[in-house]
Structures are given as structure tokens and as C-alpha cells.
């Protein structure tokens, strides 16, 4: 706690100085240090020092390497603490930004700063992570996403050139909604009963890149 806060208000004072200097600030600035005794309570009393730590050594680590790191978006951008030790570069008080949605007592939820680091140099970051605090520390997430039976036909049939009037009489044998969306195109070709309409050969194309691996 007493690292984050030394940390903090140094990087404030650096800050407002050079905001100062540009005059983008008045010469009053009690209320971002008011802001950030505020926050650094928060996060004190919820426990999330560390990981404020954690994220701004690695953002810094990147600067270091020279991997281009973005200035800051979603919640996070609201934290002053994160502008004042170099995780975000965007000024919160500047632009209305509220600390409660990324971190509120009264809602325990996990803090998470969304970092863009470049995709050419990223490695060179995640490398770091993994040296400094264990390779058996550190995961990476991935998300998954997928589309119905209806959406893909659609979507295969506009990138090959289909006109949409085949497409779209392909993607009416599936029902709307819900029930649609657990027919597979498989038992669309296996001549699902309650289609309505058939297949014709010329859609053989168009259905065998519409399915999916797994189907």
C-alpha cells in the first residue's frame, strides 16, 4: 500500500506539472489530490494494491522493450491512481470519468484493466510477466464465440458472392429464434423434416463452408 501511494502521488505531481505548463489545469489542484487520496483508499481497503503494482511493472517493462502500448480504455481509464503511475494516459477528471465503475466497494468485483499492447511486440511482454513472476503464475484467456446456422449461411454467402436471394432462401428452411439456432446445417443436408422448401445442387458449396468443424 505505502509502495502504490509513494508511487502515485510522485506521479502526480509529474503529471500536473507538465499539465500546468500547458495550462490545461488551474493552479488549484486539491481536488486530484482529493481524488487520489479517495482511490488509493479503495484500493487499499479492497485489497488490489498489488495488482495495480503488478500491472503498472509490466506497462512500464513495456515502454522499456519498446513495445507501443495503448493509452487506456474501458473502466480503468477511470482511476486517477492509474493515470498518475503510467497504466492509463488518459485524465479522468479531465473527461468525467468515474472511479466507481472500475472499482466500487459497495460491489465486489474484480478490478481489470483492459492493456492494448502491440501484436508484433506483445511476446516480448508476456515473456516478462512469465520470468519475473513464474511461469506457473501467469495464464493467458481466450475467448470464443459463435454464430447460428441461420448467421453463417448468411455470412458464407455474402464473402463467396451468392446473391442474397439464395441465400436467404437457404437460411428460411431454419426456423427463427431459438429452435433455429439448435439446428445444425448437418441436419439441414440430412434433410431435416421440418424444412420447408429443398436443397438444391448448387448450394452444395455454400453449405460445405458454412459448417463447422465440429458439426
Request: charged share 25%; net charge negative.
Amino acid at each position: 500500500d505505502q509502495y502504490l501511494e509513494q508511487i502515485a502521488y510522485a506521479g502526480l505531481e509529474q503529471r500536473l506539472a507538465r499539465l500546468k505548463a500547458r495550462k490545461e489545469v488551474a493552479a488549484d489542484d486539491a481536488h486530484y489530490k482529493a481524488r487520489l487520496a479517495f482511490e488509493l483508499g479503495v484500493i487499499s481497503k479492497m485489497g488490489f494494491s498489488d495488482y495495480f503494482l503488478i500491472v503498472w511493472d509490466f506497462i512500464r517493462q513495456a515502454g522499456q522493450l519498446g513495445v507501443p502500448v495503448g493509452p487506456g480504455r474501458g473502466s480503468g481509464a477511470g482511476s486517477l491512481v492509474a493515470y498518475s503511475v503510467g497504466i492509463t494516459q488518459l485524465d479522468p477528471l479531465r473527461f468525467g470519468l468515474l472511479f466507481e465503475r472500475f472499482l466500487n466497494p459497495e460491489r465486489i468485483d474484480m478490478p481489470d484493466f483492459d492493456v492494448d499492447f502491440c501484436q508484433r511486440k506483445r511476446d516480448k511482454v508476456i515473456e516478462y510477466v512469465n520470468t519475473r513472476y513464474g511461469r506457473e503464475r501467469v495464464g493467458q484467456i481466450i475467448t470464443y464465440s459463435s454464430i447460428n446456422s441461420k448467421t453463417a449461411i448468411r455470412d458464407v454467402g455474402r464473402v463467396l458472392g451468392v446473391p442474397f436471394s439464395e441465400t436467404d432462401r437457404i437460411s428460411k428452411m431454419l426456423p427463427d429464434g431459438a429452435a433455429g439456432a439448435e439446428i445444425t446445417i448437418k441436419q439441414l443436408l440430412n434433410g431435416w423434416t421440418d424444412s420447408e422448401g429443398e436443397l438444391h445442387p448448387a448450394d452444395e458449396k455454400l453449405i460445405a463452408v458454412s459448417q463447422s468443424d465440429d458439426e
